[in-house]
């Protein structure tokens, strides 16, 4: 791939993950950060998929990965790019770094390589490769014996990142070893790899988790020996548990599809994660056009994010109360697939249920805090008859509840106006003509329809399932 045409001052960024599974919460959040300040420096977002571990990847986690992008609404532009099918191109360049000089082929076995770690533990320092081969000649080898091409790194002087987030970090030069760019097979390796692919793809600013620094030196030794400018770097903080330590599946580090199965939205999800080391004032609830407009890596903060599920609740419910009625229906057929018995509400959804579910949202949502609490209290309007009670309901229709019911059922019948006022109208005046309170009617009227103690105005609710089957439901319960 030749260098990218990209002008000079324009900003262009790249998600890079290695497709062995899931789209993580981490890498989520690392493409979230990188997507945001692309969008607001109008610049691009790339996509670049590390595949050359043939064992670990897959098709599969490669779709897992960009269905999980797609689902979070984070656009990348051009088509993704292959690392693997980049190979040629890495090892064209290890050749011209063996070829001026700035690398060396390296005939250590393992066995050595072995004894040299067991060496340097034995005397408790910290391994460092110093291979006798960077300043022999190849031809001392003996014929036909398999090498590495290792990397010429400067033994002298400092390599030194400047990092938007870290700051200024130092490394000493001869506490880096010469790391291996092109193994004995042929294959290369991830550093030279990631340097190749981002100089070819012009991009301008790193931003990658903060366990990713010390490559950043290794990388950056390698930009100075081709002579090629380096990216900016920005190595963001790991995300950890409410406990503090690293963020593992124990605390809810779930791949990205979880949490859409769990009845997250894509827009509260990108409100959450990037409150996970940046910010913006006190500012909790922000819109993705604020993000946009407020976005800048310089204000990601150094320290770790610790992940909370129940404020990411707290924020997702905040949008589903402030979402559009219709776009939140579209999101729960969106949804269906991918939940357990999602099949069977479709098809309940197919022949009328979804109309129905459509009417409540309004009140719905309400007191759900994500959409899978609104289905779970929508459940009624597809239940089959009899209805099942809850343990609330159940002990609510006790035999005066259930007479009641029935002496109100004619009282229904045959209105001309299914709708919620005339139905609060005729309950009203059975209640009073009764000497009851609203609430005796009401409340084994709700248990009845809906089999729990809690939904939407039942006044609402009965004009929604229709007149035949709330009808039904009150013979059903009035036995």
């Given at each position: ?150 990397l010429r790194a400067p033994n002298e002087g400092e390599t030194i990142i400047k990092d938007h987030v870290q700051g200024k970090v130092t490394y000493a030069n001869k506490d880096l070893d010469d790391l291996i760019i092109l193994r004995s097979d042929g294959s ?292």
């Amino acid at each position: 791939m030749p260098q990218s045409n990209i002008t000079s001052d324009e900003v262009v960024v790249r998600f890079a993950p290695s497709p062995t599974g899931y789209l993580h919460i981490g890498g989520a959040r690392t493409a979230l950060f990188n997507w945001l300040y692309a969008k607001s420096k109008g610049g691009k977002f790339l996509l670049r998929i590390e595949d050359t571990d043939r064992e670990r990847n897959s098709p599969e986690a490669v779709e897992a990965i960009l269905d999980g992008l797609r689902w979070l609404q984070l656009d990348w532009d051009g088509e993704p790019v292959s690392q693997y099918e980049r190979a040629d191109r890495h090892r064209q360049i290890a050749m011209q770094l063996l070829a001026d000089g700035n690398a060396y082929k390296c005939f250590l076995t393992q066995a050595e390589l072995a004894d040299m770690r067991e060496t340097a533990e034995r005397e408790k320092r910290s391994f460092r490769v110093k291979s006798p081969w960077r300043d022999r000649d190849a031809s001392e080898a003996p014929a036909d014996t398999p090498y590495a091409i290792r990397l010429r790194a400067p033994n002298e002087g400092e390599t030194i990142i400047k990092d938007h987030v870290q700051g200024k970090v130092t490394y000493a030069n001869k506490d880096l070893d010469d790391l291996i760019i092109l193994r004995s097979d042929g294959s290369p390796t991830y550093n030279l790899a990631v340097v190749v692919d981002d100089h070819d793809l012009g991009i301008t600013h790193v931003i990658r988790g903060v366990d990713h620094l010390t490559n950043a030196a290794r990388q950056t030794q390698i930009y100075d020996l081709m002579g090629w400018k380096a990216p900016q770097w920005a190595h963001v903080p790991l995300i950890h548990g409410p406990d503090g330590a690293k963020l593992s599946k124990r605390h809810g580090a779930l791949g990205a599809e979880a949490y859409r199965e769990m009845g997250y939205l894509p827009v509260a999800m990108r409100n959450y994660l990037v409150r996970l080391g940046w910010s913006h004032g006190d500012d909790e609830i922000i819109s993705t056009n604020q993000l946009i407009e407020w976005f800048d890596i310089d204000a990601i903060n150094k320290a770790p994010a610790r992940f909370d599920l129940q404020k990411l609740e707290a924020i997702n419910g905040h949008w589903i109360r402030t979402s559009d009625d219709d776009e939140l229906y579209e999101r729960i057929n969106h949804l269906l697939p991918h939940i357990p018995h999602g099949d069977a509400i479709s098809q309940a959804f197919s022949l009328g249920a979804g109309m129905k579910l459509r009417a409540l949202i309004p009140a719905m949502k309400e007191r759900s805090k994500t959409l899978l609490d609104l289905l779970d209290g929508a459940k009624f309007l597809w239940a089959e008859r009899p209805m099942a009670y809850d343990e609330k309901a159940n002990k609510l229709l006790d035999e005066s509840a259930r007479a009641i019911l029935g002496k109100l059922i004619p009282s229904l019948q045959h209105l001309p106006d299914w709708t919620p006022v005339p139905l609060e109208t005729a309950i009203r005046e059975f209640a009073e003509a009764e000497g009851l309170k609203l609430g005796k009617v009401a409340q084994p009227l709700r248990a009845a329809l809906t089999g729990t103690t809690v939904s939407p105005s039942i006044f609402e609710v009965m004009a929604v399932l229709g007149e035949p089957e709330t009808l039904g439901r009150l013979k059903d319960a009035a036995g």
